[in-house]
Nanobody, 118 residues
C-alpha cells in the first residue's frame, strides 16, 4: 500500500554531511510513522530516526542523536534524513520504513548505500 524509494547515498569523508531522501507514494494515513534504519555488514538492522507522517514526534537512535535531523518535505512528498559530522561507523545501507500507528514497520524501500571514508 505504501511505496518507498530511497536516494541520496554515496561516498563521503568523515566529518561531511549528507542528505538522504525517501519518496513516499501509495495510501498513507495521518497516523503513519516514517522511519530510517541502517544495516551494517554482519549486523542486524538498527533504528536511526523516525517521524510522524504529518510531522512532529521526532525520535533518534542513540548512535546518531545530535548528528541527524529527520523531517518531512511537503513539496516533494519525501521524508528526508539530514546527517552531519559523519563517522566511518555510519557506513551502512540505509533503509526507509513505514508503519501504521499501532503496528511494527511493514513497508520498506530498497536501501541506499552510505560509505564514510576515514
Amino acid at each position: 500500500q505504501v511505496q518507498l524509494v530511497e536516494s541520496g547515498g554515496g561516498l563521503v569523508q568523515a566529518g561531511d554531511s549528507l542528505r538522504l531522501s525517501c519518496a513516499v507514494s501509495g495510501r498513507t494515513f495521518t497516523s503513519d510513522v516514517m522511519g530510517w534504519f541502517r544495516q551494517k555488514p554482519g549486523k542486524e538492522r538498527e533504528f536511526v530516526a523516525a517521524i510522524s507522517w504529518t510531522g512532529g514526534n521526532e525520535r533518534y537512535g542513540d548512535a546518531v542523536k545530535g548528528r541527524c535531523n529527520i523531517f518531512r518535505d511537503n513539496a516533494k512528498m519525501t521524508v528526508d534524513l539530514q546527517m552531519y559530522s559523519l563517522k566511518s561507523e555510519d557506513t551502512a545501507v540505509y533503509y526507509c520504513g513505514a508503519r501504521r500507528a499501532l503496528e511494527s514497520y511493514k513497508y520498506w524501500g530498497q536501501g541506499t548505500q552510505v560509505t564514510v571514508s576515514s
